[in-house]
């Protein structure tokens, strides 16, 4: 099967919004609230965690992006370091993972957009899924228009954010950031919170497209997962500090738009500011989830771990827009949200793995990262509650019948 290769269009400046837009979106105007119902204002030590799990996860996936700079990120890592098992069980719990990622991103853009406006919450779904509609189209019409319209989305915002830190600070009480650290509810949250982090890896499953990805790829990983981190932590404090882990817990399970809702107290309005900026946080986190997913489903076409047409760029997208419509149909965010934690905590734990086999020539970074990356999301991956990481645990297995039956039964493209 001849395999067409896709056009080298992003550069450094480029690669970061795009990691930037994948992270700085339900990470911060959702989950944050979600793990805060779990871990209190301890949620500012799981952000921490969370982000040195995803640095050590950052760096494996940033040298193996150097090394192989193609499509399809750990799928195709799996399959050059590992075996085409490993491989394709990291493709496939990408795929669920970030599908369930992306019905998130949908679901809290429809829920900011119902607060700011007065829609009747009883539409959320049927908004969430026009949204995956209209961003598919986007992604459809090229990588160029799609990178252009993520950095206007992105710089939208960055400056919402930096708004709401700044009339927020003066609403801080240091009482309601006192804090009651217990193992088990703080390793929870900072499986649910890492999600948050790992949209730099759509920097990776778009090596492809990237100028000079053995010194694109690594720069603009790190840099996006330093100042999300510091994003992070500032709206954490604010938004617990001037309102309360209770009232953030309470805004986040009534509606999808917690930060919006505690901004209502702030000065300035800025409420409306914060709401305008969550969409446009969630369309680029949507936007950027369409691209990384489809990019790992045309690789695992190209191989035929999946059906022929997806090795078609387009047919993958629309696939991809056709899968994250289904995850959105079910309405809720913390199902999502937690479904997506174990599935990408398992992925992660594959591309460590592959780091772990990179010659000394090869390697960028001391073993020693990779290996911790490893521990900790198999650690975390188990964290959550039980039942999610047993639905997980039963999908990656129906993920890896079907990997055995293709063997079997069905001739390789290749």
Known sequence: MEIKPLKREIGIAGATMMGLGSIIGTGVFVSIGIA?????????????????????????????????????????????????????????????????????????????????????TDYLTAIALVTVVAMTLLVLSGIRLSNQVNVVVVSITLCSLLAFVICGVSQISTARLSMELETTSLLHATALMFVAFTGYGRIATLGEEVFEPERTIPRAIIFTLIVSALIYIAVAVVAIGSAGVETLQASTSKSAAPLEIIARDFPFQVHKVVAVGAMTAMLGVLLNLVLGLSRVMLAMGRRGDMPAKTADLSTSIIVVGILIAVFAATGSVKTTWSFSAFTVLIYYAVTNLAALQLSSEQRLYSRLWAGAGLFACLSLAFAIEWRVWVTGSCVLLLGLLWHVLRRRFFRSPE
Do not use: D
């Open 36 to 120: 805060a119902g779990i871990a209190g204002a301890s949620v500012i030590v799981t952000i921490a965690l969370a982000a040195f799990v995803a640095t050590c996860n950052a760096l494996s996936s940033a040298q193996l992006a150097a090394n192989h700079p193609v499509s399809g990120g750990t799928y195709e890592y799996g399959y050059r370091y590992l075996n085409p098992t490993l491989g394709f069980a990291a493709g496939w719990m990408f795929l669920c993972a970030k599908t369930a990622s992306a019905a998130t991103a949908a679901l809290g853009f429809a829920g900011y957009l119902s607060n700011l406006t007065g829609f009747n």
